[in-house]
């Protein structure tokens, strides 16, 4: 679990600029991965999902990518907005297996305007 | 309404103090969690309650009890709790047991002080 979210710790992009934010995980048995962001002060807020029987998933502005050969989430953002501007998170699990949700250290994303 | 409730949204305790956080969820889910999460930390498992039984104990201290009175609500008893145990005490839920593959929606938190 310690594992899972290798990673930039903070990320600076333009408005308007696409971000793209790294996960690794070392759990191969790990096959439903989700991205969480937390912005000061709340809880995280689920954003995509992406079960390890696809490659890519996409869904509003947002994008996620699975590449299982390195073991290797990618979140990425289009039109990055000061709005998107919190930590996120990946997160991974075993279906089917424990009910214990590993998250990654998380990344920083800080828009500028 | 997919919303994870928590009350209080802050709470300052002494070390000899019992307290208690609520969470209530009202989207029929049957799994709930509570996490613990440090400044600059993701959050951590603490507890897994599935159709109201616990089903996982992160070897969490005594001094923190874990209640599910309903498929609704879940309590967190809090007594003679350490400086080093403040932190956001965030509470989540999922439709069944996220090892289902089911999303955790979570709740706002409650930031804990422990004076």
């Known amino acids: 679990g310690e594992n899972v979210g290798l990673h930039l710790p903070t990320l600076s992009v333009q408005e308007g600029d696409n971000s793209i934010i790294n996960c690794a995980y070392s759990?191969?048995?790990?096959?439903?991965f989700i991205w969480y962001k937390q912005e000061s002060g709340k809880g995280p807020q689920f954003i995509i999902d992406?079960?390890?029987?696809?490659d890519k998933r996409q869904g509003q502005r947002v994008t996620v990518l699975l590449n299982k050969t390195v073991k290797h989430l990618s979140l990425q953002i289009a039109a990055t907005q000061p709005g998107d501007s919190a930590v996120y998170f990946c997160?991974?699990?075993?279906?089917?297996?424990?009910?214990?949700?590993?998250f990654g250290k998380g990344t920083k994303l800080t828009v500028n305007p | 309404d997919t919303e994870v409730t928590q009350t209080p949204k802050h709470l300052v305790m002494g070390m000899t103090n019992k307290k208690s956080l609520k969470c209530e969820q009202h989207?029929?889910?049957?799994?709930m969690y509570w996490y613990k999460q440090k400044a600059k930390k993701p959050p951590e498992l603490m507890f897994v309650?599935?159709?109201?039984?616990?089903?996982i104990n992160e070897s969490v201290p005594s001094r923190f009890s874990p209640e599910c009175p309903n498929s609704s609500l879940l309590n967190l008893h809090l007594h003679a709790l350490q400086p080093e145990d403040s932190a956001l005490y965030l509470c989540?839920?999922?439709?069944?047991?996220?090892?289902?593959?089911?999303?955790?929606?979570f709740g706002p938190g409650t930031r804990l002080t422990v004076t």
């Open positions: 989540a839920s999922s439709r069944f047991s996220s090892g289902r593959g089911y999303e955790q929606y």
């Open positions: 992406i079960r390890s029987n696809m």
């Open positions: 309650y599935s159709y109201e039984k616990l089903s």
């Open positions: 759990n191969s048995a790990s096959d439903y």
């Open positions: 989207m029929g889910h049957r799994a």
């Open positions: 997160a991974e699990i075993v279906q089917g297996g424990s009910e214990k949700l590993v």
